[in-house]
């Protein structure tokens, strides 16, 4: 019943831009915590950022702060992440996740439940 779909990704030169979505489906974007991550090859999966169910709070890791935005269309139930001044370090397959249990953003990746598959964005020239 709940189903993320990211899109969007693809090939950017460093310093350009990319807008990622994630369309959910089986809840609103108002009722779990939801975020992005990424994992790049041969490292763990750690978080871009996440908005706060309770009273819609954008986190941020501090590595994407300035250049990545978070925000929601809630007309398409969609997640959105823009991401400008990309660099080749921000290359890795991006995913949205939510905590189908808890309306509070978590540190830890692990605590979300509900994946999407994931899009690849690759930062190069």
């Known amino acids: 019943q709940v189903q993320l779909v990211e899109s969007g990704g693809g090939l950017v030169e460093p310093g350009g831009s990319l807008r990622l979505s994630c369309v959910v489906s089986g809840f609103t974007l108002d009722e779990h915590a939801i975020g992005w991550f990424r994992q790049a090859p041969g490292k763990e999966r750690e978080g871009v950022g996440c908005i706060s169910a309770s009273d819609g709070s954008i986190y941020y890791r501090d590595f994407v702060k300035g250049r990545f935005t978070i925000s929601k269309d809630n007309a398409k139930n969609t997640l959105i992440l823009e991401m400008n001044s990309l660099k080749p370090e921000d290359t890795a397959v991006y995913y949205c996740?939510?905590?189908?249990?808890?309306?509070?953003?978590?540190?830890?990746?692990?605590?979300?439940?509900?994946w999407g598959q994931g899009t690849q964005v690759t930062v190069s020239s």
């Open positions: 996740g939510a905590d189908l249990r808890s309306i509070y953003c978590s540190a830890y990746p692990r605590t979300f439940n509900s």
